[in-house]
């Protein structure tokens, strides 16, 4: 290809790349900012006795005595849960609420599930700060009662143009109560979405994964509390951070460089590509040793020289 020729083709490719990034941008900005969205938000924990520590005897064969330590799963989620409300700078001129539901069963009838709303949907950190502080873990799991409470508080208090999403925090199994999966497809019917966090090793990862998934959420698993914190922290930030059109400034980015400097790259590839040839047939061309009488190139392997009969 002729010089001409080839800088029209590169001014081109500079073009349509820097006018799709300029495209990306604007509908990116304008589908994702973030700013004037509404959010009510409930937390719904898991509160069940598993969120303890066994103090006496363990959770396999049995724990007798539970209680809240500095190492107790409901510690760290108590930290996650208040950074969570911390992201949001919560006071009375917010466009945010959030609430807080728990979850988890009665110790004298475990068949026997509890849910219950903590903290209505507000903008009072205060408050919902005191009701995470405030948590004790005690009884089974009734994880899809959980989930409907919060539902049924969103509905209730609906707002215009708000989004309505369920943070779910659970380390076990639902054992008692309604179906999970049930109470996710009504989510669903609500407009609720659902971001569900695993936590711990004991985790029904698979039903969390549903209940996410349906709900058009995400499933996070969360191995430690350092783990627990990050990933609160991630759901909160990728609810209210404009991020999509960073990617479409990357390509902008991308595209400046390419028209400026798309001759000198270009020169810069044939030149690596050039001295990867030769490096390539030097080491094909066979090795040769000089006659020490004439200078005569022979072979490497040969015992006497071709032109002068000299002994190599």
């Known amino acids: 290809m002729k010089p001409k020729y080839r800088r029209y083709s590169q001014l081109a490719i500079g073009i349509t790349i820097l006018s799709a990034a300029i495209i990306l941008g604007y509908f990116s900005i304008e589908e994702k900012n973030n700013q004037n969205q509404k959010y009510d938000i409930y937390l719904v924990i898991d509160v069940s006795g598993s969120m303890a520590t066994c103090l006496d005897g363990d959770w396999v064969s049995g724990c007798n005595s539970i209680g809240v330590t500095n190492d107790s799963p409901i510690t760290f989620a108590k930290k996650a849960a208040i950074e969570f409300v911390d992201i949001f700078q919560l006071d009375q001129s917010s466009n945010h609420r959030i609430g807080l539901a728990i979850f988890h069963g009665t110790p004298s009838d475990p068949v026997y599930p509890i849910s219950k709303i903590i903290v209505d949907l507000d903008n009072d950190s205060k408050k919902l700060k005191e009701g995470i502080d405030n948590l004790q873990p005690l009884g089974a799991t009734a994880m899809g009662d959980g989930i409907s409470i919060a539902i049924e508080s969103l509905s209730q208090n609906t707002r215009q143009d708000v989004k309505k999403i369920i943070v779910l925090l659970s380390d076990g199994a639902s054992n008692v109560g309604s179906d999970p999966l049930i109470a996710a497809e009504i989510a669903k019917e609500n407009d609720v979405t659902i971001f569900s966090v695993g936590y711990g090793d004991s985790t029904d990862v698979q039903t969390l994964k549903y209940v996410a998934s ?66 390539f047939i030097d080491k094909k061309r066979p090795s040769t040793k000089n006659c020490s009488k004439c200078t005569y190139s022979n072979r490497v392997n040969s015992k006497f020289c071709a032109k ?5």
């Open 214 to 279: 349906i709900t058009g959420g995400e499933y996070y698993n969360a191995p430690t509390g350092i783990d627990l914190a990050r990933i609160f922290n991630k759901i909160a930030d990728g609810l209210i951070s404009p991020v999509a059109h960073y990617g479409s400034r990357a390509l902008i980015l991308i595209a400046v460089p390419i028209l400026l400097f798309m001759p000198t790259l270009e020169k810069m590839a044939v030149t690596m590509i050039q001295k990867a040839e030769e490096t």
């Open 308 to 312: 002068c009969g000299n002994k190599i």
